[in-house]
């Protein structure tokens, strides 16, 4: 929000959002691991494919996160 991108997935500052701290935090990570959803794979998709087939593959499957 600070930078005015819609999400990690524009960060330019960090090729691994594991490496940022504002994503990588305590609760950020409990609760990844509470829904065991993979957040890096998330952005990696969004990265590569864009958002809408991001978006596209989340409803075709039923599903709310890239599980681990």
Same mark, same amino acid.
């Given at each position: *929000?600070?930078?005015? /991108?819609? &999400?990690?997935? $524009? ?7 594991? $490496? ?5 935090? /305590?609760?950020? !990570? *409990?609760?990844?691991?509470?829904? !065991? &959803? ?19 593959? #989340?409803?075709?499957?039923?599903? #709310? &996160? /890239?599980? !681990?």
């Amino acid at each position: *929000m600070e930078n005015n /991108l819609t &999400s990690c997935a $524009e960060c330019q500052t960090f090729t691994d959002p594991n $490496e940022c701290k504002k994503y990588n935090n /305590l609760i950020a !990570r *409990m609760i990844g691991f509470i829904f !065991r &959803s993979n957040r890096s794979a998330c952005i990696e998709m969004i990265r590569e494919n864009g958002y809408d087939e991001f978006a596209e593959h #989340m409803v075709e499957n039923k599903i #709310m &996160s /890239l599980k !681990r």
